[in-house]
């Protein structure tokens, strides 16, 4: 089972980008659908982008299509999620997760978890 690290949060101001990072442990990586999702103080965790083994198919969240972009390099056991003309409403503390074989949106589909990055985006 892979273990996840993310990185790259901070803050930044409204319309600026940011490049978040997760890094996988085991040579196991290309078997999982990767997800990153986020949740902000009182509520639910969100689906944000999903992307597929092979990374051939990538999945978005309407409030992020066009501003943010999934991909990963199964080389370097890494997936990436860059975000682009960044608004206060994706201020949220921003997970990857790990799922065998099939890409889902649902985050109780998910048991592989990193421990979470920080993304403020102030006004």
């Known amino acids: 089972q892979v273990q996840l690290v993310e990185s790259g949060g901070g803050l930044v101001q409204a319309g600026g980008s940011l490049r978040l990072s997760c890094a996988a442990s085991g040579r196991t990586f290309s078997m999982y659908a990767m997800g990153w999702f986020r949740q902000a103080p009182g509520k639910e965790r969100e689906f944000v982008a999903g992307i597929s083994r092979s990374g051939d198919s990538t999945y978005y969240a309407d409030s992020v299509k066009g501003r943010f972009t999934i991909s990963r390099d199964n080389d370097k056991y890494t997936v990436a999620l860059q975000m682009n003309s960044l608004k206060p409403e994706d201020t949220a503390v921003y997970y990857c997760?790990?799922?065998?074989?099939?890409?889902?949106?649902?985050?109780?589909?998910?048991?592989?978890w990193g421990q979470g990055t920080q993304v403020t985006v102030s006004s």
């Open positions: 997760a790990a799922r065998r074989v099939v890409f889902t949106s649902w985050p109780s589909d998910y048991s592989t």
